[in-house]
């Protein structure tokens, strides 16, 4: 071991000496708890350190080592005073360095002028060399090469072993010291003595010139000691040093038990998954299934045979990993029956015979590839309109102004209402606070959408004509003048699919609108598409939102999403000023017009222009286009006279002002939830 004197110049002050801190280092750096003996014991340096780790080159400067009387604690390190003027392993007497600049000696510089510089200054403290410090019997060259030869040594392995055959070379370890003028003594500790080309140096020139450290010169030391000229066995983190690491055979045994567990259980479905963006679903559990209890089925079979099960973490790690084809059905709701009905039959198809099994698969497959060729027809039309949308943006536009063709989706969502607190009080949850109804009318092509919030107050009734008129103000005030325009809604048919919508789309043709309409229905249960996007950031916004007017329900919509994807459009306030007008089609239209037959089994209309009152239809995309005459007379170029809406009935009314009107924020109570006054029913 080396001696204080290798870290301390013979100039150390005495307020260094003094420092608790300064010793605390000194303590932590040199005496490691593997370098200690028993505590019962004191330390002799005479016999554990042998000749060449002797007192005397511990005490060069001045310091000494005393044992501390409490034997639990660490040696204390005492200074004295130092006059000799002596320089120690690399801290000069002119230089009052930090600590760690001895410490930083064992490591080879990347700044080669800084390494160089740290070389030069470097000296011992012994007399090995003719009475003068080993150092002096190597060049800056040496010192240098052999460093920085270390330094290259990637292998942490291979420089341990280069230093323990070093190490063997001159390293006693006989069972008596080797001592000619005092009596033998049992060994403590091994007597190393170091040399390089036949030049005997001490262990600070060693430990310098070899770029090793105090601590793991001791242990390699020790570690020859015990074992000889071999190399370290070194406890790496990973599953080969891990006890607990799970074998081959019993992961075998959890892919094993998953695999039988869903050929049993799980059903095999053609087509991507609803629910599921991924297209490599093989095998659905049903949903009363979890991975927990597929887990603790999973235990008990392991307990019954004798083998150890993993956790409940691991094996869904294990599943997820190893088998990603199957997976558990989530609840849902909205889906297609047609679906539903194929595959509770394959379902239940258990026990059938494989003719009966590929007939229900067959027909399943072939409906998800009619589902596919609506949806893609879909794609098709939004992918027109935006090579086709430049940099225009929603009007006001006048009709027939741009010749470009332009695809717009229409649905309703489901209504939300006000107040609502996303700390929602208990009382409120069994009341129904003021309905706000939400359309909306999505350009895909920009992407942006106009969502008519329509307040109870100002509400005719959810039907066709309430559709008609949004679509209509949606034309007049924000449509981009297109001469072609594709629709795309669901199959709702007391909104959408109905002779009114028709009748309408046919009267924008003949009225020079519009010179050709389609109005196309995806089928029913595959119906996802823009609308529900937006209207999904909407609820999503309205939730972490307190709303308590009609006036921050439009802010939630603006607030929805950072790009302006969502515009509000009030249709009316809260007192019953009308924003938006809307109009009796149905009795506007059916002088003029007569109904298609079965236009529910239908999918796709057209309408056009050089052919009026005549609607184009098929059944789906890639089936013939048949034709039909809908217009009896010529229509008036005009739209209806409005509509004025009915209002909230009296009792509504006293009910939103005795039950509402307390969850309502102080400033809108009189806006929101007035008292009740029957001279605003419009009647």
């Known amino acids: 071991m080396d001696g204080i004197a290798c870290l301390l110049n013979s100039n150390t002050p005495d307020d260094l000496s003094n420092n608790e801190e300064f010793q605390e280092l000194l303590n932590d750096y040199f005496f490691t708890s593997e370098e200690q003996t028993d505590n019962s014991e004191s330390v002799n340096f005479e016999t554990d350190l042998g000749e ?219 087509g ?72 509770s039959l394959i379902l239940r198809s258990v026990n059938t015979t494989e003719e009966e099994k590929s007939a229900k698969l067959v027909a399943q497959e072939a409906h998800l590839v009619r589902a596919t060729a609506q949806r893609s027809h879909l794609k098709e039309c939004v992918a027109a309109s935006k090579r086709a949308i430049g940099d225009r943006k929603l009007g006001p536009n006048p009709p027939l102004s741009a010749d470009i063709s332009m695809h717009y989706s229409f649905d309703f969502a489901q209504q939300i209402h006000y107040p609502a607190d996303p700390q929602q009080a208990g009382p409120i949850y069994f009341l129904t606070p003021r309905k706000c109804g939400l359309f909306g009318v999505c350009c895909e092509a920009i992407p942006q959408q106009v969502n008519y919030l329509l307040d109870e107050c100002v509400t005719i009734k959810k039907g066709s004509d309430c559709i008609v008129s949004f679509l209509h103000h949606f034309f007049t005030t924000y449509g981009l003048g297109e001469t072609r325009v594709d629709l795309h809604c669901d199959n709702c048919s007391g909104q959408n699919k109905n002779r009114f919508m028709l009748w309408y789309l046919a009267w924008r043709t003949m009225t020079g609108r519009h010179q050709t309409v389609t109005l196309n229905f995806l089928l029913t249960g595959h119906t996802k598409f823009s609308p529900d996007w937006c209207f999904g950031l909407i609820k999503k916004c309205y939730r972490r939102t307190m709303v308590s007017s009609l006036a921050e329900v439009a802010q939630v919509v603006s607030d929805s999403s950072v790009k302006g994807i969502n515009i509000p459009q009030l249709v009316g306030t809260e007192d019953g000023d009308i924003l938006v007008e809307q109009f009796d089609w149905q009795a506007f239209l059916s002088p003029y017009f007569i109904p298609l037959k079965n236009i529910k089994q239908y999918h796709h209309f057209r309408f056009d222009a050089a052919s009026p009152g005549i609607v184009f239809y098929r059944e789906f995309a890639d089936s013939p286009e048949q034709s039909f005459q809908l217009s009896r007379a010529e229509p008036p170029m005009d739209p209806p006279r409005p509509v004025t809406p009915p209002g909230m009935s009296v009792a509504r009314q006293k009910y939103l002002f005795d039950k509402i009107r307390p969850f309502c924020k102080p400033g809108v109570r009189d806006l929101v939830c007035p008292a009740p006054q029957p001279e605003l029913q419009g009647q």
């Open 52 to 270: 060449e780790d002797s007192l005397s080159d511990v005490t060069d400067s001045g310091a000494s080592l005393t044992k501390p009387s409490d034997v639990n604690t660490r040696p204390v390190v005492d200074i004295g005073d130092e006059e000799d003027g002596v320089e120690e392993c690399g801290i000069f007497s002119d230089d009052q360095g930090d600590i760690m600049e001895a410490i930083k000696l064992d490591f080879v510089s990347e700044d080669e002028v800084v390494e160089r510089a740290k070389i030069e200054k470097f000296s011992c403290s012994c007399s090995y060399s003719g009475g003068k410090p080993c150092s002096t019997q190597f060049g800056t060259e040496d010192f240098n090469r052999r460093r920085m030869a270390m330094s290259e040594l990637a292998d942490r392995d291979v420089k341990d072993m280069l230093l323990l055959g070093v190490i063997q070379s001159h390293i006693t370890l006989t069972e008596d010291t080797c001592r000619k003028k005092q009596k033998k003594t049992a060994r403590v500790r091994p007597r190393t003595s170091y040399y390089i080309e036949g030049k005997r140096i001490c262990r600070t020139t060693f430990r310098f010139m070899f770029a090793v450290g105090q601590d793991h010169l001791s242990k390699l030391i020790k570690h020859y000691q015990q074992n000889g000229l071999s190399p370290q066995t070194r406890k790496y983190p990973g599953r080969k040093n891990n006890r607990h690491a799970l074998s081959f055979e019993t992961v075998q045994r959890v892919v094993s038990y998953v695999t039988n567990y869903a050929e049993e259980h799980a059903f095999v479905l053609p």
């Open 272 to 343: 991507r998954v609803p629910g599921y963006h991924r297209s490599n679903i093989a095998l659905l559990l049903p949903s009363s299934d979890t991975k927990t209890s597929v887990w603790r089925k999973y235990v008990a079979a392991m307990e019954v045979e004798g083998q150890r099960p993993v956790q409940a973490s691991t094996f869904r790690k294990l599943w997820l990993s190893l088998l990603p084809h199957v997976v558990v059905a989530r609840p849902m709701t909205d889906l297609c029956w047609t679906c539903q009905s194929n595959n």
